[in-house]
């Protein structure tokens, strides 16, 4: 049995993904990597070896990497840094032995400069190039995004305004439950067969829905008429400016509204449903456990 080892487990998605590991194979074959084992203490009491350490932090993820043969890599959260930082851990598990790394990427199609989401396209372009070169077996799961960000994209005072205002057009996302991303990476963490070794895996939901579908399901579960606006980029940025969000942020909402409604989270491949076994929780399922009652 390979012994695993999987990186931001004190995070939601390492979380959940050691969390199905557990389920499916037993402690002593799953390491994790956290920065703060105090925030560990609940998987080292399960028997979950806890390693210390750093993407930053070469001699750390050494040590961590020694007796490891898959690797489940989170990408940072720093992403002005996150392209060195994950060179950092793939340089490191080279040496260290390790045989396989899984690396969590991002769904997308334009990979040129002029990508609206180049701001963190770019860094996962860098390490799944990294990756491919390092010489290890790899496995690139390109997420799109998680049905769990909407909420956010939505708005946190949505439901007094009733609006979704987001530059996003008529553009399909492939919205899927980060939980059922997890689930799907502790499986082909767990795969002894060699079927998801040197591949590149779009991990995202089973359909593609618009912003303005999205209103229409959160009216329906909620009972309030939700309106979705897309504003022109300069008329985002302008009333978004006025109330007085980061220009940083406003770059990043404009970024995923723009990335949409040019299609680069579109693709619905059936992967993810087909790793699982099952269909994936749709996003009318998903809000439900959010707006419902
Ligand atoms: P999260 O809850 O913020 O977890 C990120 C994890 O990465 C945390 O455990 C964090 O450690 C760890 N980490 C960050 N920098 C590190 C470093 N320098 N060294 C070691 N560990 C480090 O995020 P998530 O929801 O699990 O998502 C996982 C990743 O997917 C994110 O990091 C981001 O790159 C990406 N993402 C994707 C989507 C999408 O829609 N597809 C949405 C959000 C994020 P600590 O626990 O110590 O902070």
């Known amino acids: 049995m390979s012994k695993i080892l999987v990186t931001g487990a004190t995070g939601h998605l390492g979380k959940a993904v050691t969390e199905f590991l557990l389920q499916k194979t037993d402690a002593e074959n799953i390491s994790i990597l956290v920065r703060d084992a105090a925030k560990a203490e609940d998987f080292k009491s399960k028997g979950v070896e806890i390693a210390v350490g750093d993407y ?33 851990v793939i340089k490191a598990a080279k040496e260290a032995g390790v045989k396989h790394i899984v690396y ?4 997308h199609k334009n990979e040129s400069e002029n990508s609206p989401i180049a701001m963190i396209a770019n860094s996962h372009l860098y390490t799944e190039k990294v990756l491919k070169e390092s010489g290890l077996t790899y496995t690139l799961l390109q997420h799109g995004l998680y049905a769990d960000v909407i909420p956010m994209f939505a708005g946190e005072k949505l439901l007094e ?4 205002y987001l530059p996003a057009g008529e553009g399909k ?7 059922d991303m997890a689930e799907a990476g502790a499986v082909v963490l767990l795969d002894e067969t060699g079927k998801f070794d040197n591949k590149y895996i779009e991990i995202a939901g089973s359909e593609a829905v618009s912003w303005n579908q999205i209103a229409a399901i959160i009216s329906k579960i909620t009972g309030e008429t939700i309106t ?24 990043f909402f404009t970024g ?5 409604s040019e299609g680069e989270f579109d693709t619905t491949t059936g ?19 959010v707006y419902g009652v």
């Open 228 to 251: 979705y606006v897309s504003p022109s980029v300069a008329d985002f940025t302008a009333t978004l400016t006025q109330a007085g969000v980061p220009a940083e942020y406003i770059g």
């Open 56 to 88: 930053n932090d070469h001699a750390s993820l050494l040590q961590a990497f020694k007796g490891i043969d898959k690797l489940y890599l989170v990408s940072g959260t720093d992403i002005a840094n996150r392209s060195a930082q994950q060179e950092n």
């Open 173 to 179: 996302t492939a919205f899927a439950a980060r939980i």
């Open 161 to 164: 305004n009733k609006t979704i």
């Open 104 to 107: 969590t990427s991002v769904q």
């Open 256 to 260: 995923f509204g723009q990335g949409a």
């Open 271 to 289: 992967e993810l449903e087909s790793i699982l076994g099952r269909k994936p929780v749709t996003v009318e399922e998903y809000l439900g456990g």
